[in-house]
């Protein structure tokens, strides 16, 4: 099992910046990738960035040149640096850990972070 705990989040003004983070801990062996998701209310969680072990970077269109996802795999941490948010940005934002083990892959969840986003 990985357990991970997020921080950051919070309430900005639209134009601002906020940091989250996440610590995995447990059995962080084989962790392949690190992510990032997010939902607001009606509709489906959506992958914001995604980060692999090799340091391969995804974003969704909607974030790129705005966030920047980050990992450190000494530690198991992964962060996501958000710049110039809009409103439209205001979600539960959810750190995601996949692990690739014995050809199957386990998928990880955190808590959830709130982010607000005011115009």
């Known amino acids: 099992q990985v357990q991970l705990v997020e921080s950051g989040g919070g309430l900005v003004q639209a134009g601002g910046s906020l940091r989250l983070s996440c610590a995995a801990s447990g059995s962080t062996a084989s962790i392949n990738a690190m992510a990032w998701y997010r939902q607001s209310p009606g509709k489906q969680r959506e992958l914001v960035a995604r980060i692999s072990s090799g340091g391969s970077t995804i974003y969704a269109d909607s974030v790129k040149g705005r966030f920047t996802i980050s990992s450190d795999n000494a530690k198991n941490t992964v962060s996501l640096q958000m710049n110039s948010l809009k409103p439209e940005d205001t979600a539960v934002y959810f750190c995601?850990?996949?692990?690739?083990?014995?050809?199957?892959?386990?998928?990880?969840w955190g808590q959830g972070a709130q982010v607000t986003v005011s115009s």
């Open positions: 995601n850990v996949l692990r690739v083990v014995g050809g199957g892959t386990f998928t990880y």
